[in-house]
């Protein structure tokens, strides 16, 4: 497809509550032990926000991202916040956003695609850019998952935490970098493996809802995983030789951050080494949306990104939703 010029990252930020919760903390509430959630997941903490929703958890990570950079908020044309805790059905949480962070010139809207909601978000944004309809769209990966989870299922309380992180879209001063290309994809056939089954329209919220706890997440770990390793390690492999990359020209694979045995799978299907996985699961979990910028702020802070590397973006989730993002990073 012909692009009028490339979209890129130039500013990023990221927002963790101070709550820590450790394995030690689910060893008293749920029949479980740090060995197990370690050596299945790779989790060993995950943050609990206790002041606010997920616009909170989001309006933080892009006042992080203005005191890095010298954007002002009043600049945004459009806000995009990919969740599946929004604050409320409706008004979309872009919204909530936009009025806490003083993004007044700015439209935005909410894009549920769970864990593969920030892949999904950022190529929605990077058209806007590259059509030249628009030319600073921020893109928001927030979750307050502890609002959807339940602390007295094993299964799933350990897996969960609560993070924001936002990058910012400009036009590329050049179409080698920002981002390159993507594979993205949807197949609703999963449904029954991993949602929230009430609260919806489907089955608004009763009594009933609320005694068979269907408000909360649930997941059948087994069928997810599964798939999820096939699914992201297919995806990860195939933009690599879509776009002609080997292993050696790969910097970072940036996998979403669900299971570190899913990560794994997918970073020797793609025939790329251990340090040029980006990983932070063992001290998030998994925060849906927010998995892969919070590892780009993060790494980049750390200055272990530079300019020019090439990037692999990936994920997968709930719908079911996956994809991968090729991308050259633009940032000195
Ligand atoms: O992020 C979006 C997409 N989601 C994913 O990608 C998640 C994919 N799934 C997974 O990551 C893994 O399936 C889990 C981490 C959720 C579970 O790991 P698993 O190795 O697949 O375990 P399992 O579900 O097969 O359960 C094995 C055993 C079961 O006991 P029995 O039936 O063998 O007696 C579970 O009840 O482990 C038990 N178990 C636990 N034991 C201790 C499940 N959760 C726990 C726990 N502590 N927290």
């Known amino acids: 497809m012909n692009k009028l010029r490339n979209a890129t990252i130039t500013a990023v930020g990221m927002y ?111 058209s806007l850019v590259e059509s030249g309809s628009y030319n600073k769209v921020l893109v928001v990966g927030a979750d307050k998952m502890s609002s959807i989870t339940d602390y007295t299922d094993r299964n799933t309380c350990v897996l969960f935490g609560d993070a924001a992180s936002a990058v910012l879209l400009e036009p590329s001063e050049s179409m080698e970098f920002g981002i390159i290309d993507q594979l993205l994809f949807v197949d609703g056939s999963g449904k029954d493996a991993l949602h929230m089954k009430a609260g919806g329209s489907l089955n608004p919220a009763t009594h009933e809802t609320i005694d068979k706890k269907w408000h909360y997440i649930y997941q059948d770990g087994k069928a997810v995983f599964k798939v999820a390793v096939k699914g992201m390690a297919d995806v990860s492999y ?40 980006m990983i932070n699961i063992h001290k998030y979990g998994n925060t849906t949306a927010a998995t892969i910028p919070l590892c780009l702020t993060e790494y980049y802070r750390d200055g272990k990104i530079k300019k020019g590397d090439n990037l692999i973006l990936s994920a997968f989730g709930a719908g079911y939703t996956w994809g991968a993002i090729y991308l050259k990073w633009s940032l000195a």
Request: hydrophobic share 40%; net charge negative; glycine share 6%.
């Open 16 to 126: 963790v509550p101070p709550k820590i919760l450790n394995n030690k903390y689910f060893e008293k509430i749920v029949d479980t032990n740090d060995e197990w959630i370690i050596t299945r997941t790779g989790i060993k903490e995950r943050r609990i926000i206790e002041d606010g929703a997920t616009s909170d958890l989001a309006a933080r990570a892009c006042q992080d991202l203005f005191n890095n950079s010298k954007v002002k908020p009043e600049e945004i044309d459009c806000i995009i916040v990919a969740t599946v805790t929004p604050d409320m059905f409706f008004p979309a949480t872009a919204c909530l956003v936009q009025d806490k962070i003083g993004a007044k010139n700015a439209w935005g809207f909410d894009l549920s695609a769970a864990c593969s909601g920030f892949l999904f978000a950022l190529k929605t944004g990077a």
């Open 238 to 277: 195939d933009i690599m030789k879509k776009n002609g990359l080997s292993s050696d020209d790969v910097a970072y694979l940036v996998p979403h951050q669900a299971n570190l045995r899913i990560i794994d799978a997918t970073a020797e299907r793609m025939g790329i080494s251990k340090d040029k996985v």
